[in-house]
Nanobody, 123 residues
Framework: QVQLVESGGGLVQAGGSLRLSCAAS????????MGWFRQAPGKEREFVAA?????YYADSVKGRFAISRDNAKNTVYLQMNSLKPEDTAVYYC???????????????????WGQGTQVTVSS
């Protein structure tokens, strides 16, 4: 069982930066692939980035966002730069065992989810 707690969301102007953190419980953090997803009002949850055998990014955030993890701290980060109003959403952290995942881009591949943190980018 893994519990995930996100933090770091907030209100930022377009062009600004935020760093999201996701702290995971448990002693086997390094055996999990970690992902970030987001959901804007009225839209489906969409893939943002993942850290597993490699790092993976949605086309909409490539070059602007960076995922990283600190296994010693059981934490995964999402550094978000050059933020745009269309990045406004609730951002969710997700986890799945490396042995289980087949497609990093699909939300239904992930077993564990955080409660989400709101990111609002003003124009």
């Amino acid at each position: 069982q893994v519990q995930l707690v996100e933090s770091g969301g907030g209100l930022v102007q377009a062009g600004g930066s935020l760093r999201l953190s996701c702290a995971a419980s448990g002693r086997t953090f390094n055996s999990y692939a970690m992902g970030w997803f987001r959901q804007a009002p009225g839209k489906e949850r969409e893939f943002v980035a993942a850290s597993g055998s490699n790092t993976y990014y949605a086309d909409s955030v490539k070059g602007r966002f960076a995922i990283s993890r600190d296994n010693a701290k059981n934490t995964v980060y999402l550094q978000m730069n050059s933020l745009k109003p269309e990045d406004t959403a609730v951002y969710y952290c997700a986890a799945v065992s490396f042995f289980s995942i087949r497609n990093y881009y699909m939300a239904n591949q992930y077993n564990y989810w955080g409660q989400g943190t709101q990111v609002t980018v003003s124009s």
